[in-house]
């Protein structure tokens, strides 16, 4: 009876996701207390470490702010991740 390889893929993908959404709730609480930021930087490599989708919705349910940029740059991480994945997991 041992750990799957499929339950630590999905424990991971749980985890890192729930980490990027609340890392976006700090960053944004962090904007209203007017206290040092996190760069956006660290979301994009969370992004690619597969948090894309708690990226994404810390971005809808925290209201921050984007630019044009950021959201070309969230575009081509999703697209990236989402070929990673299919090229890593799906394969």
Known sequence: MGISI???????????????????????LSAKLESDRIPEMWFFLLSLAAGVIGVVLGMLAFHHKTS????????TVILASILVHWFFIIS
């Open 68 to 75: 044009f940029q950021v959201k070309i740059a969230v575009a």
């Open 6 to 28: 499929e339950n630590l893929i999905w424990s991971y993908l749980f985890l890192i996701n729930i980490g990027s959404f609340l890392l976006m709730g700090f960053d944004k």
